[in-house]
């Protein structure tokens, strides 16, 4: 089965540099924008599914995304949520630099073993995804062929690294844009694996 992990549209607290974490910040009109320019480049994988992460951002990106591909079926799983950042949200770099500056040079160089003052560690966030893969919500349905997952830059960043069977220590080195898909074949026997780019449609963002 194909699985596209989507990162949710931009928000303002993505364009003022953030980090938003858990806090509920909704998509704004340009970030509407870019969710329809997200749906344009999904149309013909026929997809079966849209799940999303509870934060609004996500929820609204999916509404967007399942409606302009048709009233494609809408789930929201409470795995797909953003890795918790703690004290940071709502935060810049800058911000975090002034009042945890230890603790932000710790993430910077060993983000494997971070945790977010007031938040959680990847290893927490990995445990979540990979409850999620092996228990989907689309396991007791009948065929689905493809099932399109909004979600936030940590979990897809971690769901590359199970699919690549890479280490947390590498969890930086992923880049995920908003707005950007990555592809993925899943199955229940063998997980997650990483689709080729030449595998991939031309027009995938």
């Not at 999916?62 to 953003?82: K, M, P, Q």
Request: with cysteine.
């Amino acid at each position: 089965m194909r699985l596209l992990f989507v990162r949710h549209a931009p928000t303002v607290w993505n364009r003022e540099g953030r980090y938003q974490g858990r806090t509920d910040v909704p998509i704004d009109e340009p970030g509407v924008c870019e969710a329809l320019r997200i749906a344009d480049r999904l149309r013909g994988l026929e997809v079966d599914l849209v799940v999303t992460s509870p934060l609004r951002r996500a929820i609204d990106t999916a509404e967007v995304i399942a409606t302009a591909l048709g009233g494609v079926r809408r789930l929201v799983d409470d795995r797909l949520v953003e890795v918790a950042f703690g004290h940071w949200e709502g935060l810049t770099q800058e911000e975090v630099r002034a009042r945890w500056p230890s603790a932000l040079r710790a993430w910077k160089r060993t983000p494997q073993s971070t945790r977010f003052p007031g938040g959680e560690t990847l290893g927490e966030a990995q445990e979540r995804l990979r409850d999620f893969l092996r228990s989907p919500p689309w396991g007791s349905e009948g065929l689905v062929r493809c099932v399109v997952a909004i979600s936030h830059a940590g979990p897809i960043r971690l769901a590359r690294l199970l699919a690549e069977r890479r280490p947390l220590a590498h969890f930086r080195t992923v880049p995920v844009a908003t707005g950007v898909a990555q592809d993925f074949r899943w199955s229940a026997g063998e997980g997650l694996a990483p689709i080729p780019p030449s595998h991939s449609p031309q027009d995938l963002p």
